[in-house]
């Protein structure tokens, strides 16, 4: 089993960058695909980005592609996300999970796919 901590959440303006991280206990990272989620206010739980188990293939939301970029470094069990231009739309609080499952592609899209989820960490953009 593999525990998940986020960090770097905030309150930003339109436009600001925010580098969001993800930190891995328990298990080493390389067993798992990684993905980042986020729930708005008022919202149901929305995908954002995922990356694969070596970190070669990527896969992001329409909403954030061009703006956000999912990285991870196995070496120090970290997932991160770096976001650029950042929007009000944007504010939510975002999730990193892991996904034991197995796709063609590497990466994992589908929620229900993702078995360890972290607390969460609170994004808010102002305009």
């Known amino acids: 089993q593999v525990q998940l901590v986020e960090s770097g959440g905030g309150l930003v303006q339109a436009g600001d960058s925010l580098r969001l991280s993800c930190a891995a206990s328990?298990?080493?990272?390389?067993?798992?695909?990684m993905g980042w989620f986020r729930q708005p206010p008022g919202k149901e739980r929305e995908f954002v980005a995922a990356?694969?188990?070596?970190?070669?293939?990527?896969y992001y939301a329409d909403s954030v592609k061009g703006r956000f970029t999912v990285s991870r470094d196995n070496t120090k069990n970290t997932v991160d996300l770096q976001m650029n231009s950042l929007k009000p739309d944007d504010t939510a609080k975002y999730y990193c999970?892991?996904?034991?499952?197995?796709?063609?592609?590497?990466?994992?899209?589908?929620?229900?796919?993702?078995?360890?989820w972290g607390q969460g960490t609170q994004v808010t953009v102002s305009s």
């Open positions: 990356i694969s188990r070596s970190g070669d293939t990527t």
């Open positions: 999970a892991a996904s034991t499952y197995f796709s063609a592609s590497g990466y994992v899209v589908e929620e229900n796919d993702y078995n360890y």
């Open positions: 328990g298990r080493t990272l390389r067993r798992y695909a």
